[in-house]
T-cell receptor, first 111, second 113 residues
Framework: GNSVTQMEGPVTLSEEAFLTINCTYT??????LFWYVQYPGEGLQLLLKATKADDKGSNKGFEATYRKETTSFHLEKGSVQVSDSAVYFCALKSSGDKLTFGTGTRLAVRP | DAEITQSPRHKITETGRQVTLACHQTWNHNNMFWYRQDLGHGLRLIHY???????NKGEVSDGYSVSRSNTEDLPLTLESAASSQTSVYFC????????????FGEGSRLTVL
């Protein structure tokens, strides 16, 4: 079956530090891949997505590249801000319209 | 603006009681989903629907039921609440056949004592 594995958190960084959150997946076929973000007290919202191998999704300074050879979709940002503090979820969509989510990684950014 | 709303946002109930969480979306999406969020487990799919009168079980459906009588609503019912069902519940919707963007509600925090 489909599964998503994320690095465990929490990840604590100083402002302007470089961020990487690792995500690997197992899926049949050719899944679409997503990163969702959850700010405190809110629901999840889409951050970025990639629908085929070698695609790069990007939004708000975050990037992730769909690597089929390593079954990975790592999230990166060059310079994090305090406002980026949130929980980040990696997810995949294979057949049908359901999404399978990872366990989430909490990011805390210190001023 | 289109939106998806959940109610109640917070509820405390007792073991054995029936509880219904409401979800209403104005996106006119065919797909609707219920997830629960627990520490260490992320989001797990409870039930989902691809249209009116269609319902399907997710990976953690035991003790839960849903019904879809119109496009806008997918209520989630806990037939006999158990302490293991204490969680935060999220409803989401999406367009059929799109690349998978889900639109989430703000969540319903349920405590079963």
């Amino acid at each position: 079956g489909n599964s998503v594995t994320q690095m465990e958190g929490p990840v604590t960084l100083s402002e302007e530090a470089f961020l990487t959150i690792n995500c690997t997946y197992t899926a049949t076929g050719y899944p679409s891949l997503f990163w969702y973000v959850q700010y405190p007290g809110e629901g999840l919202q889409l951050l970025l997505k990639a629908t085929k191998a070698d695609d790069k999704g990007s939004n708000k300074g975050f990037e992730a590249t769909y690597r089929k050879e390593t079954t990975s979709f790592h999230l990166e940002k060059g310079s994090v801000q305090v406002s980026d503090s949130a929980v980040y979820f990696c997810a995949l969509k294979s057949s049908g319209d359901k999404l399978t989510f990872g366990t989430g990684t909490r990011l805390a950014v210190r001023p | 603006d289109a939106e998806i709303t959940q109610s109640p946002r917070h509820k405390i109930t007792e073991t054995g009681r029936q509880v219904t969480l409401a979800c209403h979306q104005t996106w006119n999406h065919n797909n609707m989903f219920w997830y629960r969020q627990d520490l260490g487990h992320g989001l797990r799919l409870i039930h989902y629907s691809y249209g009116v009168q269609d319902t399907n079980k997710g990976e953690v459906s035991d003790g839960y039921s849903v019904s879809r009588s119109n496009t806008e609503d997918l209520p989630l019912t806990l037939e006999s609440a158990a302490s293991s069902q204490t969680s935060v519940y999220f409803c989401a919707s999406s367009e059929s056949g799109r690349t998978g963007e889900l639109f989430f509600g703000e969540g319903s925090r349920l405590t079963v004592l």
